[in-house]
C-alpha cells in the first residue's frame, strides 16, 4: 500500500510554544490530506481537511487559528499547534488519500505532550 | 446522521477463534466502508474496505460482510491470531468525509 510518513512521532514541549507535525506522501501524489486526534483508548475525530494550494476546512468546534494547516505541495501537508496548552496534548494523525482508488492511507502518528 | 456505531466495545477470543466486529450506520449517502486495526502508540492500518453494491469480500483472513438493507457491517478474522491483538475501527465515508466507529479492542490469547 502507499506510505505516508508522519513525524516526528513524539514531542514534547513547553505551554505556550509552537509546534509544527509533518505529513508527506512518499510514493504518490495526494491533493487531500486529512488531520486527526486521538484520545487514549478513543476513536479519531477528523480536525480538518487540507487541500493542496487552498484553505483548509475544519470541522465544527476546531480552532482554525489555534491548529495552522498548510498544504503547500500535492506531497506535503503540516499542521501547526500555536501556543499549545496542556490540553492539546493528545495523539495527532494524517492520513493521504490515493487517487483514483480513494483509498484512505495514515500516518504513524505524532503525541505530543505539553508541560 | 454522520455517525457509526460500533460493538462490541472488547473482545477476547483465543487462538484460532473467529471474532466477529459489527458496526451500523443511518446515513445512506455513505459509499464506501473500510476497516482499520491499529496498535498502540501507530497511526490505523486499511485492513479491507467494502462498497454497498457488494454483501461480502474477503481478503486473506479478513472478511467484510455488508448488509446495505439493514444498514450493517461486519469484520470476520478467521483462524484468529495473537499477533491480531489490537483496536479495530470500522469506518464509513461519503465525499471527503471518513467518520470512524468508537472501536473494539480485540485480545487474542494463545
Known amino acids: 500500500g502507499a506510505v505516508v510518513s508522519q513525524h516526528p512521532s513524539r514531542v514534547i514541549c513547553k505551554s505556550g510554544t509552537s509546534v509544527k507535525i509533518e505529513c508527506r506522501s512518499l510514493?504518490?501524489?495526494?491533493?487531500?490530506m486529512f488531520w486527526y486526534r486521538q484520545f487514549p483508548k478513543k476513536s479519531l475525530m477528523l480536525m480538518a481537511t487540507?487541500?493542496?494550494?487552498?484553505?483548509?476546512?475544519?470541522e465544527q468546534g476546531v480552532e482554525k487559528d489555534k491548529f495552522l494547516i498548510n498544504h503547500a505541495s500535492l506531497t506535503l501537508s503540516t499542521l501547526t499547534v500555536t501556543s499549545a496548552h496542556p490540553e492539546d496534548s493528545s495523539f495527532y494523525i494524517c492520513?493521504?488519500?490515493?487517487?483514483?482508488?480513494?483509498?484512505?492511507?495514515f500516518g504513524s502518528g505524532t503525541q505530543l505532550s505539553v508541560l | 446522521q454522520q455517525q457509526v456505531k460500533q460493538s462490541p466495545q472488547s473482545l477476547i477470543v483465543q487462538k484460532g477463534g473467529i471474532p466477529i466486529i459489527n458496526c451500523a450506520y443511518e446515513n445512506t449517502a455513505f459509499d464506501y466502508f473500510p476497516w482499520y486495526q491499529q496498535f498502540p502508540g501507530k497511526g490505523p492500518a486499511l485492513l479491507i474496505a467494502?462498497?454497498?453494491?457488494?454483501s461480502e469480500k474477503k481478503e486473506g483472513r479478513f472478511t467484510i460482510s455488508f448488509n446495505k438493507s439493514a444498514k450493517q457491517f461486519s469484520l470476520h478474522i478467521m483462524d484468529s491470531q495473537p499477533g491480531d491483538s489490537a483496536t479495530y475501527f470500522c469506518a464509513a465515508s461519503m465525499a471527503d468525509k471518513l467518520i470512524f466507529g468508537t472501536g473494539t479492542r480485540l485480545q487474542v490469547f494463545p
Open positions: 510514493d504518490f501524489q495526494a491533493t487531500t
Open positions: 467494502i462498497r454497498p453494491d457488494v
Open positions: 492520513s493521504a488519500r490515493t487517487v483514483p482508488d480513494e483509498k484512505l492511507f
Open positions: 487540507s487541500n493542496e494550494g487552498s484553505k483548509a476546512t475544519y
